[in-house]
C-alpha cells in the first residue's frame, strides 16, 4: 500500500514563496502520476498541480506561470515550488498518488497567505 506524507505548508506574506514536499512510500511501478490539489473553506478541491513518472506536467490555470512541481523519482518524491504567493492561493493542500487500481491522498497541509 502506497502511504504518502506531505511536509513544508505554512504562513507567508504575499509575494512569498513556499516548497511543498510529498514522499510517497511503498510499491511504487509503472505510469503512475503525482500531484497537489487544494481545497479552500466552502470551495471545491481543485486541482493545483500533477506530474507523470516519466515527467510529463499539468497546471491549473491559477497557478500557471508562478507555482512549479517537480519529482525525484530515486526518492518518490514529488515538490511544489510555490512563487509570488496570492492571498486567494490559501488552502488545504492535498498530496495525491494515482496508478492503475489506486488513488492514494495525503492527509493535507495547509497553505496560508496574508499580510
Known amino acids: 500500500q502506497v502511504q504518502l506524507v506531505e511536509s513544508g505548508g505554512g504562513f507567508v506574506q504575499p509575494g512569498g514563496s513556499l516548497r511543498l514536499s510529498c514522499a510517497a512510500s511503498g510499491i511504487i511501478f509503472g505510469f503512475n502520476v503525482m500531484g497537489w490539489y487544494r481545497q479552500a473553506p466552502g470551495k471545491e478541491r481543485e486541482l493545483v498541480a500533477h506530474i507523470t513518472n516519466v515527467g510529463t506536467t499539468n497546471y491549473g490555470e491559477s497557478v500557471k506561470g508562478r507555482f512549479a512541481i517537480s519529482r525525484d523519482s530515486a526518492k518518490n518524491t514529488a515538490y511544489l515550488q510555490m512563487n509570488n504567493l496570492k492571498p486567494e492561493d490559501t488552502a488545504l493542500y492535498y498530496c495525491?498518488?494515482?496508478?492503475?487500481?489506486?488513488?492514494?491522498w495525503g492527509q493535507g497541509t495547509q497553505v496560508t497567505v496574508s499580510s
Open positions: 495525491n498518488y494515482r496508478s492503475v487500481g489506486r488513488n492514494i
